[in-house]
T-cell receptor
Framework: DAMVIQNPRYQVTQFGKPVTLSCSQT?????MYWYQQKSSQAPKLLFHYYDKDFNNEADTPDNFQSRRPNTSFCFLDIRSPGLGDAAMYLCATSLYPGLSTDTQYFGPGTRLTVL | TQLLEQSPQFLSIQEGENLTVYCNSS?????LQWYRQEPGEGPVLLVT?????EVKKLKRLTFQFGDARKDSSLHITAAQPGDTGLYLC?????????????FGKGTLLTVNP
């Protein structure tokens, strides 16, 4: 089945130790998004790629970076995780954003713990 | 500024009861999506509504998009414990260069057996 896959599902890192989260998609969608979600809150958009074009949200800390080496894969790099970065990180994709019928499809998320 | 006001934030009911969750805004949305999210999982799309006044049904769930496309509701009939989860509404703004979904804060529903 076509889907959005995130690895790992659970990630534990130490304060200040860089970590990379991975997302892949078999939907061949143009756009890939990264969201941060804290407990029982709405997802907060960090940034997105439309094809190779990177779009950062104004309030996303510099500590968060992203790479999209090809259509299928997108990575979230946290350069120096702090305790406040512990959260669920969600990847989503969509085909034609801006079309009223466009839909975002979410992966299962990666739960990040910072010790 | 919270563009999408979702209410109630928390809801705990008994199995068999009916409930309605509301999503309201002063802004017009070209489409609105409802997701359900279970603990430790990503949001799963339930429905997308596009046309003002549109009503969609998914088994015991009924979704309505307001005539002016500024609000939406989700009604669950005869709720079951399996309906427990975080319900999120998310709207896409009119005006094609905006690729972002605006999320409501979510409604955490608990259905007790």
């Amino acid at each position: 089945d076509a889907m959005v896959i995130q690895n790992p599902r659970y990630q534990v890192t130490q304060f200040g130790k860089p970590v990379t989260l991975s997302c892949s998609q078999t939907l061949n969608h143009n756009v890939m998004y990264w969201y941060q979600q804290k407990s029982s809150q709405a997802p907060k958009l960090l940034f997105h790629y439309y094809d190779k074009d990177f779009n950062n949200e104004a309030d996303t800390p510099d500590n968060f970076q992203s790479r999209r080496p090809n259509t299928s894969f997108c990575f979230l790099d946290i350069r120096s995780p702090g305790l406040g970065d512990a959260a669920m990180y969600l990847c989503a994709t969509s085909l034609y954003p801006g079309l009223s019928t466009d839909t975002q499809y979410f992966g299962p998320g990666t739960r990040l713990t910072v010790l | 500024t919270q563009l999408l006001e979702q209410s109630p934030q928390f809801l705990s009911i008994q199995e068999g009861e009916n409930l309605t969750v509301y999503c309201n805004s002063s802004s017009v949305f070209s489409s609105l999506q409802w997701y359900r999210q279970e603990p430790g999982e990503g949001p799963v799309l339930l429905v997308t509504v596009v046309t003002g006044g549109e009503v969609k049904k998914l088994k015991r769930l009924t979704f309505q998009f307001g005539d002016a496309r500024k609000d939406s509701s989700l009604h669950i009939t005869a709720a079951q414990p399996g309906d427990t989860g975080l319900y999120l509404c998310a709207g896409e703004r009119s005006g094609g260069s905006n690729y972002k979904l605006t999320f409501g804060k979510g409604t955490l529903l608990t259905v007790n057996p």
